[in-house]
């Protein structure tokens, strides 16, 4: 089919794979659930349960799994998330962290375990160029915050 995303980001949760979907829906624009399967009589999960759930965000296709308790979330893999603006990194990171614990450097966990990094573009632009001296400058600032702080950086990259 035409524009069908060849591959896809496939999630396991222990038996809220729904409930995270709509959940990650409700915080992107341009957001869906396109199709949830769910257990009959055969199992292994509860009939009427949902076993698998198609979603959308921002045009990226996601499935999620209610596979049982067998597998956890590490911080080996995450979802990178690029923002355009301080409000953008401070929505996101409020909601998505919510129930769930914040990291280092822009990453976090969110309320399932599974792992983010909300970056703002503004990190990566100060951080690319010839001035090695400004891009450590802006790399040492960067270490030192959690939610990643767009007005912060830029002071490290003037030298402030």
């Given at each position: 089919?035409?524009?069908?995303?060849?591959?896809?980001?496939?999630?396991?949760?222990?038996?809220?794979?729904?409930?995270?979907?709509?959940?990650?829906?409700?915080?992107?624009?341009?957001?869906?659930?396109?199709?949830?399967?769910?257990?009959g009589d055969a199992g292994p999960g509860p009939k009427g349960?949902?076993?698998?759930?198609?979603?959308?965000?921002?045009?990226?296709?996601?499935?999620?799994?209610?596979?049982?308790?067998?597998?956890?979330?590490?911080?080996?893999?995450?979802?990178?998330?690029?923002?355009?603006?301080?409000?953008?990194?401070?929505?996101?990171?409020?909601?998505?962290?919510?129930?769930?614990?914040?990291?280092?450097?822009?990453?976090?966990?969110?309320?399932?375990?599974?792992?983010?990094?909300?970056?703002?573009?503004?990190?990566?632009?100060?951080?690319?160029?010839?001035?090695?001296?400004?891009?450590?400058?802006?790399?040492?600032?960067?270490?030192?915050?959690?939610k990643i702080d767009i007005a912060a950086l830029k002071k490290?990259?003037?030298?402030?």
């Amino acid at each position: 089919m035409p524009g069908k995303q060849k591959i896809t980001t496939f999630l396991w949760y222990d038996a809220n794979a729904e409930e995270a979907a709509s959940f990650y829906c409700s915080i992107f624009e341009s957001s869906k659930i396109t199709s949830v399967s769910r257990y009959g009589d055969a199992g292994p999960g509860p009939k009427g349960s949902a076993m698998t759930v198609q979603f959308q965000l921002e045009g990226q296709e996601f499935i999620a799994l209610n596979g049982g308790p067998h597998f956890k979330f590490t911080e080996a893999i995450s979802l990178f998330v690029s923002c355009e603006t301080q409000e953008e990194v401070d929505e996101l990171w409020r909601k998505l962290s919510a129930g769930g614990a914040e990291s280092q450097c822009g990453w976090l966990k969110d309320r399932y375990g599974l792992s983010w990094q909300i970056i703002p573009t503004a990190l990566m632009e100060l951080m690319q160029g010839p001035d090695a001296a400004r891009s450590q400058r802006v790399m040492q600032a960067m270490l030192q915050m959690k939610k990643i702080d767009i007005a912060a950086l830029k002071k490290a990259a003037a030298g402030g």
